[in-house]
Nanobody, 127 residues
Framework: QVQLVESGGGSVQAGDSLRLSCEAS????????MGWHRQAPGKQRELVAR???????VYADSVKGRFTISRDNADNTMYMQMNSLKPEDTAVYYC??????WGTGTNRRRYGVYEYWGQGTQVTVSS
């Protein structure tokens, strides 16, 4: 079954650090780009950071200088180191992969290009 497995969320104090991980399962054969999005209560989901297969990165202005995204192409794993966390970073963080592989759900027998999503991991930052 194709899936993205996230880990590393939790509850911390302002100024603390967390490291999120996202591992892509078998079935995704070529990953073009990976990224983290987040959604806070009552707000739309937003891009936090993104990294391409060549290592180019993009960050939301609100996290520049505090968050660092990286990936291990050999293991199809992505990480995001989050430092100097603020209460406004509180959200559910979702792993996202643009890649080629087997689909999910009704597309599970269809090989193609998909945008895959993880189930999300909660990050809560207290002041």
């Amino acid at each position: 079954q194709v899936q993205l497995v996230e880990s590393g969320g939790g509850s911390v104090q302002a100024g603390d650090s967390l490291r999120l991980s996202c591992e892509a399962s078998e079935g995704i054969f070529k990953i073009n780009a990976m990224g983290w999005h987040r959604q806070a209560p009552g707000k739309q989901r937003e891009l936090v950071a993104r990294i391409t297969s060549s290592g180019s990165t993009v960050y939301a202005d609100s996290v520049k200088g505090r968050f660092t995204i990286s990936r291990d192409n050999a293991d199809n794993t992505m990480y995001m180191q989050m430092n100097s966390l603020k209460p406004e970073d509180t959200a559910v963080y979702y792993c996202n992969v643009d890649g080629t592989g087997w689909g999910t759900g009704t597309n599970r027998r269809r090989y193609g290009v998909y945008e895959y999503w993880g189930q999300g991991t909660q990050v809560t930052v207290s002041s």
